[in-house]
């Protein structure tokens, strides 16, 4: 009788012993994803913080992040910035101080991201920035600080490199150009312009908010140029496509946007789209995507009922390439270690968007990742990606360590 | 309320302000602390020119941007100790504000609305296009801040000086300066009619809340360490506006309570995730309609009412 009750005793003390070291093995580790939820920036913040959902369920349902003997399944809290430094920065010290989050993703827009930049140097969190593509986000050496968009002038060198290449001698430019990333990808493509003797003839502006571009574009047609090249958000620039093809100007049209075929299809008709180039990263498209980008986008597509937007990516490869960094500094709490450890590490096999690696490593000395840049041209309805755009990551590394 | 009473609920408001450091453990809200106190001096003086003289100003963040602009390019250009260009920086919006204020204040209601939205607009479109100054739509970065980015700190000297800029516009309202833009409020003409230059006042209260305007500016930059021309546009503005409307216009504490509002509340609504500005909106649209007269006369009006009720039962 007392062996029995001893063995009883036993079995149950070995269950709750087993059942107490399962507990303490998982653990959670919440990341914060601060972005553009509404507004403006919406058409790249929402899908980016639904990119990182999407990881954070597929790295759950793969086991989580293993550091040692732990594992921890990923908790996801997302904040609104609306594309405001002041709401971007409430937003990341409410991650911070009050819910204790020690990594941000996100960060679709530069003026938003260049506020919490300015901060998260002095604090123990690392920031893993998106779709911000405006090149001082980089330069100024944060060491907690990494982003997978390329900047945009790296870009527009490839893309002045393009438009070069057709042979078009004058250029109108219509874009935000209020907007430093949008400027510094025009003033790329001038560059390359003047090389082979082409030039720009107007740089017309309009705000993120406009949405009749019809005085600019009367303007730009009486010009007579041989080409037009339009910048800026998604909405703001179908309707300049669309507006282009009303006043009757037949000529080509470049691009540099990122939009998808459905965020395009709400302001303008496949019919207005037809022959427009954009130039841009080697973002999202399915007939230029890895396997993983194929799985993404069919991931997405189901778990979303919509389409996921070309530049989302980068924020769904910020997860894995933190779940990579904690991985192999073997700490969820050294924040500093785990900075350091995406700084060295390869392109994890996971990633959407194709890299290319500086040194062998996936961020270079100003924990900034590159791109493939691409030509993708509207072909009946789509996006079509017709060929890459030569880009030197290495020579515009150095080139980024030169500026603070 | 008899005066001593009021003295007294003014310093335990003050006391209790003045804990918070010790009592938030939560640095957060010690954060919105300090943006809720910076735009503390702002609604004050938004309050001065609207509430008290009657003119409604659409430039308030406009001469915040001034501010934060001025103070930090005198520190990055003339080397200049941080406490230096913020004490410059509502001199220098004073400077821009009595140039913008003389043609403005020529014309009276909805027209000097109008005229003073063209100004804010003016102002956010130099600072994206002047670019080898402003550093244009990408803005500035890394401004110094005081005592190492201390947040207890800051939120002491904010505190302090919102307290002083309070009493000061309390002095101001209570001064024969304070009737004059009162009564340029009910009937300028009347005002005029005596041989009051009326414009001269008018131009005081402008000046007198686009210092207040640039002194937040200035406390901004240096406490977020980072500007650019969006902080400061229209949508800003209309934000001090509120804030007087919803705390209560031409009162000294309305402006005071309407500034912790439009701080706290978008961020208390943040549960409510993509709904979050529709609820805001909602929120203000209802307090707007059914308090016009703000939390601080609905209190007033509660509180006469119940001392009314008192001398009727005592009776």
């Known amino acids: 009788m007392f062996n029995r009750v001893k063995t009883g005793a036993l079995a149950a003390l070995a269950m709750a012993l087993a059942t107490t070291s399962a507990f303490a093995a998982e653990k959670k580790l919440t990341i914060g994803v601060a972005d553009a939820l509404t507004g403006g920036g919406a058409v790249y913040g929402l899908p980016q913080a639904n990119a990182v959902r999407m990881a954070a369920d597929e790295i759950n349902a793969a086991g989580g992040i293993k550091v040692g003997s732990d594992t921890y399944k990923i908790d996801v809290i997302a904040y609104d910035d609306k594309a405001n430094p002041t709401e971007a920065t409430n937003a990341v010290r409410k991650l911070i101080d009050r819910d204790g989050v020690k990594y941000i993703l996100g960060f679709c827009c530069s003026g938003s991201t260049s506020a919490v930049a300015s901060f998260i140097g002095n604090e123990k969190a690392v920031m893993l920035v998106g779709n911000a593509a405006e090149r001082s986000i980089t330069t100024k050496k944060i060491p907690n600080l990494v982003r997978t968009r390329p900047p945009a002038d790296f870009t527009g060198q490839a893309a002045g490199t393009f438009i070069a290449r057709k042979g078009q001698k004058r250029i109108a430019v219509i874009g935000a150009l209020d907007v430093g990333f949008y400027a510094q990808y025009v003033d790329s493509v001038e560059r390359e312009l003047k090389k082979v003797g082409s030039e720009i003839i107007a740089r017309e502006v309009f705000t993120l908010r406009d949405r009749d571009m019809t005085p600019q574009l009367t303007k730009i047609r009486a010009l007579n140029p041989d080409a037009i090249l339009v910048v800026g958000y998604v909405e703001s620039a179908a309707f300049v496509y669309r507006q282009a093809v009303e006043l009757g100007m037949n000529i080509p049209r470049y691009g540099f946007t990122s939009g998808s075929e459905e965020q395009f299809l709400r302001v303008t008709t496949s019919a207005q789209m037809e022959g427009v180039w954009d130039l841009r990263p080697t973002e999202l498209d399915l007939l230029s995507a890895s396997k993983n980008g194929i799985a993404y986008h069919a991931n997405y597509t189901k778990r979303y009922n919509a389409t996921p937007s070309p530049s989302s990516p980068y924020a769904y490869d910020q997860l894995y390439v933190l779940k990579a960094a904690i991985e192999v500094a073997g700490t969820v709490d050294d924040t500093v270690a785990v900075a350091r450890a995406i700084r060295a590490l390869a392109i994890p096999p996971q990633v959407v968007m194709q890299y290319l690696p500086v040194d062998g490593k996936m961020f270079d000395v100003n924990g900034q990742a590159y791109t493939t840049n691409g030509a993708f041209q509207w072909q009946k309805g789509k996006w079509v990606f017709v060929e890459d755009l030569p880009s030197d990551a290495k020579a515009y590394s150095q080139f980024l360590s030169t500026l603070n | ?315």
């Open chain 2, 1 to 315: 309320m008899n005066r001593t009473l009021t003295i007294l609920v003014w310093l335990v408001a003050f006391a209790s302000l003045a804990m918070l450091p010790q009592l938030l453990t939560i640095k957060y809200y010690l954060h919105l602390s300090i943006l809720a106190l910076i735009w503390v001096i702002m609604a004050q003086g938004q309050n001065l020119i609207q509430g008290y003289t009657g003119y409604v100003s659409i430039v308030g963040a406009g001469f915040m941007g001034i501010g934060a602009y001025s103070s930090t390019l005198l520190g990055i250009h003339f080397h200049l100790p941080t406490w230096a260009t913020i004490a410059m920086a509502p001199l220098v919006t004073a400077l821009f504000a009595l140039a913008t204020g003389y043609p403005s204040l020529r014309v009276k209601g909805h027209y000097f609305a109008i005229v003073t939205l063209a100004f804010n607009l003016i102002i956010v479109i130099v600072l994206i296009n002047y670019k080898e100054l402003t550093n244009g739509e990408t803005g500035i970065s890394n401004i110094p801040k005081l005592w190492g980015g201390s947040r207890d700190a800051y939120f002491y000297l904010v505190l302090v000086l919102a307290a002083c800029l309070t009493l000061l516009a309390a002095l101001i309202a209570r001064s024969r300066v304070g009737e004059i833009l009162l009564a340029i409020r009910q009937n300028e003409d009347l005002v005029g009619s005596i041989g009051i230059a009326a414009w001269k006042y008018k131009l005081f209260a402008f000046v007198v809340s686009a210092m207040y305007a640039g002194l937040a500016g200035a406390l901004y930059a240096h406490f977020q360490g980072f500007i650019n021309p969006e902080i400061f546009g229209v949508a800003q503005s209309l934000d001090a506006i509120l804030a007087v409307i919803l705390g209560g216009s031409g009162t000294i504490a309305g402006p005071v309570i309407g500034a912790f509002l439009v701080v706290f509340l978008p961020e208390l609504l943040r549960f409510a995730d993509s709904f979050r500005l529709i609820l805001y909106g909602l929120i203000l649209v209802l307090a707007t309609i059914f308090m016009p007269i703000g939390i601080v006369g609905v209190c007033k009006a509660a509180i006469r009412r119940l001392s009314r009720k008192d001398i009727r039962s005592d009776a």
